[in-house]
Antibody
Framework: QVQLVQSGAEVEKPGASVKVSCKAS????????MHWVRQAPGQGLEWMGWMNCNTGDTNSAEKFQGRVTMTRDTSISTAYMEVSRLRSDDTAVYYCAGEDCSGGSCHQSFDYWGQGILVTVSS | QSALTQPASVSGSPRQSITISCTGTSSDIGSYNWVSWYQQHPGKAPKLLIY???NRPSGVSNRFSGSKSGNTASLTISGLQAEDEADYYC??????????FGSGTKVTVL
């Protein structure tokens, strides 16, 4: 079955960068889009960006443009997201979520989710 | 892009039906049939319930149904059960090829 397994929790200082990973299994990695969604403590979901795992094309929410970089390594079916210039309000659980486009069309939804990674930004 | 508007909380008794609304604009919900709904239990990752306004993925109970009218989408939970107590989020594709989530609704089973 489809599984997205994310890397472990991170603690970073303000101004630093963090790179989180999301390893996919159980499906054709390049047949999906990968989205990144975050959730600050006690808050709602916030969409950050998507990456076409086949072409590497990306798009992100305006507030994250210039600060978020999404990449992938198709040889190991793993997607990455790096957030730079971290601030305290970047403290959140970060999820990867796969969108199934393998049938030739996409549902424009987040079909499968990773378990989430807590990133804490603190001095 | 502002979050879609959902009621903060909705409650109902077991076996009742409840409806959660999700209001956007003509740049998101009003222009696309790409509205999806998610259920999130405390400490867990969200789970897809509905995609493309009204379609259920395999394995999702038929007690969950979705609809849309104009700039507002809705999720109905029929035959409410204790396990349905969770947070629910809507999401929509937008005109700038991005996505936006709703503010979230806490469902309480009385």
């Amino acid at each position: 079955q489809v599984q997205l397994v994310q890397s472990g929790a991170e603690v970073e200082k303000p101004g630093a960068s963090v790179k989180v990973s999301c390893k996919a299994s159980g499906y054709s990695f390049t047949g999906y889009y990968m989205h990144w969604v975050r959730q600050a403590p006690g808050q709602g979901l916030e969409w950050m960006g998507w990456m076409n795992c086949n072409t590497g094309d990306t798009n992100s929410a305006e507030k994250f443009q210039g600060r978020v970089t999404m990449t992938r390594d198709t040889s190991i079916s793993t997607a990455y997201m790096e957030v730079s210039r971290l601030r305290s309000d970047d403290t959140a659980v970060y999820y990867c979520a796969g969108e199934d486009c393998s049938g030739g069309s996409c549902h424009q939804s987040f079909d499968y989710w990773g378990q989430g990674i807590l990133v804490t930004v603190s001095s | 892009q502002s979050a879609l508007t959902q009621p903060a909380s909705v409650s109902g008794s077991p076996r009742q039906s409840i409806t959660i609304s999700c209001t956007g604009t003509s740049s998101d919900i009003g222009s696309y049939n790409w509205v999806s709904w998610y259920q999130q239990h405390p400490g867990k990752a969200p789970k897809l319930l509905i995609y493309e306004v009204s379609n259920r993925p395999s394995g999702v109970s038929n007690r969950f149904s979705g609809s849309k009218s104009g700039n507002t989408a809705s999720l109905t939970i029929s035959g409410l059960q204790a396990e349905d107590e969770a947070d629910y989020y809507c999401s929509s594709h937008t005109s700038s090829r991005t996505y936006v989530f709703g503010s979230g609704t806490k469902v309480t089973v009385l």
